[in-house]
């Protein structure tokens, strides 16, 4: 009863991403601190291609996923 709202999303069937997941490529070990870094303060990001150490892995979108929400609570003091 206390959910409002449920959304799924079927991964292997989206036309964008056919399921794939990220990956660095040789050269690309940067790729994903960069990919992180916020906007003005105004545009965050997070998911599994941000994170340095867990990259195309759910725990890692999780990390980034709590780490951007704390860099947006820090930055509206």
Known sequence: RQILSLHT?????DPFSLGA???CVVGGAKAPAKLARP???TLYFA???THTGLIGTVA???QTGYHAAELILKSRG
Not at 9 to 13: I, L, N, P, T
């Open 9 to 13: 999303h079927d991964w292997s069937s």
């Open 21 to 23: 997941y990220s990956y």
């Open 39 to 41: 906007i003005d303060n």
């Open 47 to 49: 998911g599994e291609h």
């Open 60 to 62: 890692g979108a999780i």
